[in-house]
């Protein structure tokens, strides 16, 4: 395989078109999950460590994206918890499990409420126990993650178990054993695609929300930019109903 940018462009289009192919009934099944909890008056959990922080982001907050949306982060332990911060100075924080305990009790999810999980490779401490959590309190959970690696990755949580084991709904990434997809001369690779295809996942899954949303009679609430007139005020106009259950922190 030939390095180069367009090389890139043309792998990342051509696993764009098996993901959102193969990946249909999936999405159909998250986004009813999705438009459920809005309609229930819910709020849905975004949970993500290292890069699949990304992925929480596209679902959290973001303009275009479900207002009732809520982003779980490591660093919560400090802003909203109270830990010292030097707790995040600890680089493998994410394999623990320990950590999801105070932080899904920081969430404090409501019956009703919906768990989006990120992880490519899906066998995370932190990850698969904040799936344990969720699940054993009676959310439903989708999860996102690249089967190919998580299959061949070893679990690191003490139950064996990985996020797709737990997940109501996986949407799987495609994305190859160690993310990345372009060959060098010894033989690794370069330029990872998991963050591009999760991204796409999450907004047909918004999308078909929206749709279903629609359909149903129920007006989405749907965030609009900030940066465009009036949208900030808009978008604080609908955070209010969701009041201490959603966090907006620029970290």
């Known amino acids: 395989m030939n390095l180069s940018a367009q090389t890139y462009a043309t792998e990342i289009r051509r696993l764009l ?3 959102t192919a193969s990946s249909q009934a999936a999405v159909e099944a998250a986004a009813e999950l999705f438009a459920g909890c809005v309609r229930a008056d ?11 922080q990304a992925v929480a982001l596209e679902i959290a907050g973001r303009a275009g994206g479900l207002i009732p949306t809520n982003r779980i982060s ?18 493998m924080l ?5 950590v999801a305990g105070p932080l899904f009790e920081l969430a404090a999810p409501r019956p009703g409420d919906l768990f989006v999980i990120a992880s490519n490779s899906g066998v995370n401490g932190s990850v698969v126990e904040m799936a344990h ?14 089967l190919d690696h998580s299959r061949q990755a070893t679990p690191q949580h003490e139950s064996g178990k990985r ?14 054993y160690g993310d990345a997809i372009l060959s060098l001369p010894d033989g690794s690779t370069a330029c990872a695609v998991s963050s591009v295809t999760a991204a796409v996942l999450v907004q047909m899954v918004v999308a078909e929300a929206v749709r279903r949303l629609l359909s149903g009679g129920t007006t ?18 609908l955070e209010k109903h969701y009041a201490g259950r959603i966090r907006r922190m620029a970290y």
Request: hydrophobic share 35%; no cysteine.
């Open 133 to 146: 959590l969720a699940t054993s309190a009676g959310h439903k959970l989708v999860g996102i993650t690249s």
């Open 17 to 19: 078109d098996q993901v």
């Open 74 to 91: 490591l660093a919560d332990l400090v802003i909203a918890g109270g830990q010292d911060p030097s707790v995040l100075d600890d680089p």
């Open 42 to 52: 819910g709020v849905i959990h975004a949970f993500g460590t290292g890069h699949s």
């Open 220 to 237: 989405p609430p749907v965030y609009v930019s900030s940066n465009v007139p009036g949208g900030h005020d808009r978008n604080l106009g």
């Open 94 to 98: 994410e394999r623990q499990a320990h």
């Open 163 to 176: 996020l797709l084991d737990l997940a109501d709904v996986t949407l799987d990434t495609g994305a190859p």
